[in-house]
């Protein structure tokens, strides 16, 4: 930048500088030479005319003497043009000279001048002729030529002159380049920099230059444009911020393809959902990253209708999470590549809770049909003639008070389950131990599990501390869950109540069998209403299917929690964990 | 492929239905099993019938993928890297159709074991069919990513298969000599292993083809530390 400004400075002042001192110098050496040989000449007309006043034959004895007083060369020519004596050439033969210029032109106006290279003398010469005439009558010429070297030699002394004006000028613009590129230099490299810096992405600051020429109105200029640039900066960050907290705050998964079909970026809403990092999935096709047919399709489908698509896929296999996925065209402006959002809501509880519902209004519906199916076939039977025989009378009104008894336990089981869930049970916690509740409810069930030959093994710790909860509830749950276990436990088998303390302040209540035991898939739907895992055996067996809700239910109120595992055939756990509250009344 | 690009950008998109085509292939055959094997675990016969449905799609499916294949070989001419990737791709479209062939063989004997009584509770089958799954899963991983590392560990959990299923035919036949009512059912869930096991095979096949593809050494009859392939 610099050397480049400096180099055009200094070259244009020397080219300007060299070409007037050569111009200049060039005319005056013209105008010089034109003086001199003017002033030469008439020097020169001016001898010719003296040595003409004297007669011929004088001059041309003295010619030698004459030539050397004048210091030029003097030939003597007769009127028919013959040289007749010569100060320089001797008696040398010499052509005739009658049409020389300077012969002619003295013949015409009584003197002739002429310059011109001399081929005997090969040099410059200048020629003054005059005639002599004795009366009227021409009878020779005189010449007098002296060199034009002298001249010559003034030009070199010019020459030298100039060249010492040039090489002064030289040094002038070398110094007037350097001050005037270095003067500008400072402003120009102060907008550089700042240019510079703006570009780099630092737009504070302004630039400040104390000048009024066009630099200075330059830098006004940048100034206002950088203060407009830093403004819309900052709006566009602002803005951008803004979308990007959304973008990664929204629980919602949000995918863009770019124009290729690759992943141009995820949030950490997707993140989360799939469990795939952000560097996992980035730059690769949905199908590289997420293997899922089905959203292939659908991506496939948008693509063909051009339209936004909406549809439920499903990812992974062993925890399934049902996701909604939109998928639509992000518009740019015309002509540029078309990219491609998706996104998605996860769908899997809403899924879940839909499914309950309309199970359960079947389940209801189905619980009430199949005993008032039986009670009104049963009264039917009666009213068309069976009254009269008595003995099957009362097995009638037996099975029908059978299965109304059922209805009875069937509302009863969906009232306390309503009423835990509205809240309105009467809970009234009081400190008590586990065992007594626990003793309770074996004693109910005592009788049942002696009857199907089943063995109970007790491992309750007596020394358990007491917790926090209503007495009735507790013996509820432990009822329902021993039913339970004495319905789906073959005879033979075994039944282990088991209550330990657990880690973290808690107590640890396991009532295990080794009955039937309840499928994978079924597991995490048993706390449902209606729920049952073996659908046509339970009902048999005498149950609401809702044994398990209200157990869940009431682990709930009790700020506890319900665990089950179990594998078919070798039978179920389920596992109570009370809480151990150390504030306790 | 991403990281290497040709003049041609239709032939890159070309490159890229290939291995689209193939994934998705890979994740309808990995949806297949996993799905047979819930089928048989869950006594889902309704969901076998699907299984068994859905190979008629994996079949297409295959048929198309080789002619994908077979056209960029004839019409690009593909070298080196590329040239690698097509017979990679021809050849695990070949393993993942077999292994959807397996998965609705495995959901026919699923049909038929569920119209029999319980035999007994599973342990090493669901097991055995988690690792095949598992397998499967990191061998298209491995193939997605380029990763030979996977695809060796892939090669080297064949010898879990394999262990697992001669401790089911020992187990089953045990259960054979004490009661012979349950003979059929023994002999299918011992076929159901074995299925797994060729399952399995497969698996290790792509693995073999991903090496091959990423490094262009041929490990296929190589032992993986004692087992062959």
Known sequence: MKIRLFHKFFFAFLTVGILVVTVAGFLIERELKKDRTMRIGEE?????????????????????????????????????????????????????????????????????????????????????AVPLKEGSQTVGYIRLSRPLTEIALATYGMGKTLFAIILAIVGVSLTIALLFSLRMLSPIRRLAAFAGQVRTGNISGILRIDSRDEIGQLAESINDMVSALGEKIRTAEAERRKLESVFSGMRAGVIVLDAENRIESVNSGMEKMTGRQHRDVIGKTLLEA???????DVLEGFREREETASEEIVFGDHQPVTMDVTISAIRGQTGAEQKTMLVFHDVTRLKKLERIRTDFVANVTHEIRTPLTSIIGFMETLQQGEIDDPGKTLEFLRTIHENAERLNRLVDDLLILTGIELGETNFHPERLTIEDALGRSLTIVAERIAEKKLKLIEEVSHDLPPIRADRDQLIQIFLNLLDNAVKFTPEGGTITVTASPGAEQELIVRIADTGVGIAKIDIPRLGERFYRADKARSRDLGGTGLGLSIVKHLMNVHQGRMVIESAMGRGTTVSLYFPLSEAMP | MEEKRHINIQYDKELQDVKDSLIYLGALTE???????????????????????????????????????IRLLALRQPAARDLRFITTAIKINGHLERIGDMAANIAEKAIILNQEPFLKPYVDLPRMAEVAQGMIKESLDAFINEDVALAHKVRKDDEIIDHLNEQIFRELLTFMMEDPHTIHRSLIISQISKLLERVSDHAEGIADMVIYMVTGEIVRHKPTSAENG
């Open chain 1, 44 to 128: 020169t007309a001016a001898q010719t005319r003296i040595i003409a006043l004297m007669p011929i034959r004088e001059i041309a004895r003295q010619a030698g003497k004459l030539s050397e007083r004048t210091g030029a060369r003097l030939t003597l020519i007769d009127a028919a043009g013959w040289v007749t004596a010569d100060s320089e050439l001797g008696g040398r033969e010499t052509d005739n000279h009658l049409n020389r210029p300077e012969i002619q032109e003295a013949l015409l106006k009584g003197m002739g001048k002429a310059v011109r290279y001399s081929f005997s003398l090969k040099k410059d010469m200048i020629y003054v």
């Open chain 1, 290 to 296: 997420f293997r899922n047919s089905k959203l292939h």
């Open chain 2, 31 to 69: 949806k297949a099993v996993v799905q047979g094997i819930d089928a048989l675990l869950n006594r889902d016969t309704e969901l076998a019938r699907q299984v068994i449905a859905n190979d008629k799609l994996i079949d297409r499916l295959d048929t198309e993928l080789e002619e994908k294949c």
